[in-house]
Nanobody, 125 residues
Framework: QVQVIESGGGLVQAGGSLSLSCAAS?????????MGWFRQGPGKERQFVAA????????LYSTAVKGRFTISRDGAKNTLYLQMTNLKPADTDVYYC?????????????????WGQGAQVTVSS
């Protein structure tokens, strides 16, 4: 079992910045394949935001956030970050951190094993 704890988020005006972080931990040893961020609004499906390959650091972004959001990792701490800039009201959602322990598709939420509790991001116009 891997615990995934998120922090960050909040309320900001359009054009502003926010950051999220996420720490993965377990009482047993584990090897991360990738970690990612997804977001979900009321009545909507969970959508891919960004992900990073834990071994080589390759990143993947959705077209909606590319150029505005930056995903990064601290391998020694098993911690994931998301820096969000130039935020828009359309970015308002609950953001979820996800952990994947095996090979799969970085943008597919079904390929992730563990999820954080979610962090609210609200962007006012």
């Amino acid at each position: 079992q891997v615990q995934v704890i998120e922090s960050g988020g909040g309320l900001v005006q359009a054009g502003g910045s926010l950051s999220l972080s996420c720490a993965a931990s377990s009482g047993e040893s584990f090897v991360l394949a990738s970690m990612g961020w997804f977001r979900q609004g009321p009545g909507k499906e969970r959508q891919f935001v960004a992900a990073i390959n834990w071994k080589d650091g390759n990143t993947l972004y959705s077209t909606a956030v590319k150029g505005r959001f930056t995903i990064s990792r601290d391998g020694a701490k098993n911690t994931l970050y998301l820096q969000m800039t130039n935020l828009k009201p359309a970015d308002t959602d609950v953001y979820y951190c996800a952990v994947r322990l095996w090979a799969g598709t970085m943008s597919d939420p079904n390929d992730y094993n563990y999820w954080g509790q979610g962090a609210q991001v609200t962007v006012s116009s």
